[in-house]
């Protein structure tokens, strides 16, 4: 299961390369959903798709670096049976995580989710929900 992990960067942090000396020391790939840097830190968020103990290996040694780690246990979910894939919500979604398929079909790829919760209200017939687990 791929989990999503938000990693929050103090200003003194920012400056350092602490994401590449991650990927090099753990050999995991990474994939960046989001990230945004200011002067008062910075915040980027990852998905890993790996073994849950290698998952766990990666948070330690952010922490060990100093940068604040919090793992997003949030779902959004497309119920397929409300959906009568009008495509108000496809415009709407920054990352793609919305999208329709060769038939016109709108799906959900969740993995590239960011939990911005701009969908959720423009479906007509409330068929994007977000949960917490
Ligand atoms: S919450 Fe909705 S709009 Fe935001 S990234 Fe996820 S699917 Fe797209
Ligand atoms: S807005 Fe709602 S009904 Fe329309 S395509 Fe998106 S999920 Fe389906």
Do not use: H, W
């Not at 590449?20 to 840097?37: C, D, H, P, W």
Request: net charge negative; hydrophobic share 35%.
């Amino acid at each position: 299961m791929t989990r999503k992990i938000l990693l929050r960067y103090s200003p003194q942090k920012t400056t350092e390369p602490i994401l590449a000396s991650v990927i090099k020391e753990t050999g995991l790939l990474l994939n960046i959903l989001y990230a945004e840097f200011g002067t008062r830190g910075g915040e980027i968020l990852i998905a890993i798709d790996a073994p849950d103990k290698d998952v766990d290996n990666a948070i330690e040694l952010f922490e060990r670096k100093g940068v604040e780690v919090r793992e997003i246990k949030r779902a959004i979910q497309l119920d397929r049976d409300s959906c009568f894939d009008c495509g108000a919500c496809l415009s709407l979604c920054p990352t793609g995580a919305l999208y329709t398929t060769d038939d016109k079909t709108v799906e959900l790829d969740e993995d590239k989710c960011i939990y911005c919760e701009l969908c959720v209200p423009s479906c007509p017939v409330r068929a994007l929900k977000l949960s917490e687990f």
